[in-house]
């Protein structure tokens, strides 16, 4: 890595400068101005940046794709500063590899443009009616699709759902704007395009089909078949730690020379398994190392239950008891020795092998991610949106566990671990700052539960039937009692010795 430099030297990401970058940096080797778009991609966070602009970047070092170039969008009030950030540096990137063995950066420069950032969504909306724009993606996080979590089916009640479809020219989110793109682009005649989830859900290409034909449907019912005969919303596996960049981040990357205002660090592993399902074509993602598959399922569920179910486990105790990243609480042996435990006993026996791994091997392998001291990755960045990542990474093993006959007591404890940390305090007596988009509601809940843990499993919305069943209820009850009598560590050492 690069000694440390003086604010002087440092080199001012941008096309002008690059050839001033440090040579231990890898930088594009292809005409940057002889890109052109091919690709919207909406919610331009740290993971888009460090998996699929990466992998895009990757073919075009090999002179492909170079009519794939990305368009950067986003429909939040905070997507106009990232704009501004990303503008300012001619969209390129900074991508620093944290391997335990030496870190190594390179700067990645698929991405091209970002449109403006408006109430009404007219640029964007505009942005994805252009007929060379030919596939929309999006990070938009687990809990962005309107999705019922007790029933898995659309949110047509949420306030941004009526909004849009009252307001069908003027939408206010991602879904709505690409529904009146698509009825541009049909109304022209230019033909539809694909919409590719990149986001942690299982079946998420079916799950954004539902949300857009769903949100269609209730304004323009022909143009929801239209979309729903004519476009395509392939399913596919992402993977890749990628932790928010602060301070230290950014001066990560002054130690390569370079000043960069939105660095992306990542861990040295990727995975990103798609299904062929392009209505307007695609990069040819496979030359760049991703999979291209028709069973993309059992590598979703392997990488849902294990390793963001796994996430689940550890964050919400770490964060009771203190514990600021994910590898400190992979050092703490009690919390360690509950992921095994769990995912062992509880979680892996519902989970199909994949080609090259099977689940006992693949939880070595997250242990060892999970572990790497140079991912600074934060308990509450991970313990963030549990009504979103509980309903969709713990729960549907604790289903499988009971529609089995199996005893499923340790998840029984990781959800009364999470009730536990909604209560807002830890066990230092130091505050949980709200970490939920639904923490004015799990917050009090978490609280009468103390009392009461049936309230906190009649929170239907999130745990739909789980709470009528006796055992698992018996069992949550029996922990969440168990944590507040005698803390974090006593209960899980006492799950560990039964």
């Not at 978490?446 to 499993?457: D, Q, T």
């Amino acid at each position: 890595m690069a000694d440390a430099m003086n604010k002087t030297e440092l080199v001012k990401l941008s096309n002008a400068r690059l050839d001033e970058v440090p040579a231990a940096v890898s930088r594009p080797d292809y005409d940057r101005s002889a890109l052109t778009p091919g690709i919207v991609h909406i919610g331009l966070g740290n993971f888009h940046r460090a998996h699929q602009a990466w992998y895009l970047h990757r073919l075009m070092q090999q002179g492909a794709a170079l009519d794939w170039a990305i368009i950067g969008a986003g429909v939040r009030a905070p997507d106009a500063a990232q704009r501004e950030r990303l503008l300012a540096q001619d969209c390129l990137c900074t991508l620093i590899e944290l391997d335990p063995k030496g870190k190594s950066a390179e700067i990645t420069g698929s991405m091209i443009g970002f449109v403006p950032v408006q109430d009404g969504n007219g640029p964007l909306i505009a942005q994805m009616s252009d007929p060379a724009i030919r596939i929309v993606s999006l990070t938009v996080t687990e809990g962005g699709y309107y999705v019922d979590p007790a029933t898995g089916g659309f949110d047509a009640a949420h306030p941004d759902i009526l909004h849009d479809a009252a307001s069908p020219d003027t939408p206010r989110t991602a879904f709505g704007a690409m529904i009146a793109a698509l009825r541009a682009r049909r109304d022209a005649g230019t033909g539809p395009f694909t919409g590719q989830s990149c986001d942690n859900l299982q079946n998420n290409g079916a799950i954004l089909r539902q949300t857009v034909v769903s949100l269609a449907q209730m304004s323009d019912p022909d143009l929801a078949a239209w979309i729903d005969d004519n476009c395509t919303f392939p399913n596919s596996m992402v993977d890749c730690i990628v932790p928010a960049t602060g301070p230290s981040e950014i001066a990560l990357a002054h130690q390569f020379g370079i000043d960069d205002a939105a660095p992306v660090t990542h861990e040295n592993y990727r995975q990103w398994v798609i299904e062929d399902a392009f209505c307007a074509g695609r990069p040819a993602w496979e030359d760049a190392g991703a999979t291209i598959s028709d069973n993309v399922h059992d590598y979703e569920v392997m990488k849902i239950r294990i390793l963001n179910g796994g996430h689940q486990v550890i964050a919400d105790p770490a964060e009771i008891i203190g514990v600021e990243t994910i590898a400190g609480a992979m050092a703490h042996p009690v919390i360690r020795a509950f992921l095994r435990r769990v995912v062992t006993d509880e979680i892996a026996p519902h989970v199909k092998p994949v080609p090259g791994i099977d689940p006992l091997a693949y939880l070595d392998l997250i242990d060892g991610r999970f572990s790497n001291p140079e991912i600074r990755d934060t308990t509450r960045r991970v313990a963030f949106d549990g009504s979103s990542r509980h309903p969709g990474f713990i729960m549907p093993s604790i289903r499988d566990g009971l529609a089995a006959g199996k005893p499923v007591p340790g998840l029984a404890l990781v959800s009364a671990l999470w009730a536990r940390y909604c209560t807002g305090v830890r066990e230092d007596g130091s505050l949980v700052a709200p970490n939920d988009p639904n923490w004015e509601l799990l917050q009090p809940a978490a609280v009468k539960a103390m009392e009461n843990p049936a309230l906190w499993l009649g929170m239907r919305q999130f745990y739909g039937d789980l709470g009528d069943n006796a055992g698992f209820a018996k069992e949550f009850s029996g922990w969440l009692t168990a944590l507040h009598a005698d803390g974090v560590e006593a209960t899980l050492r006492f799950y560990l010795d039964s």
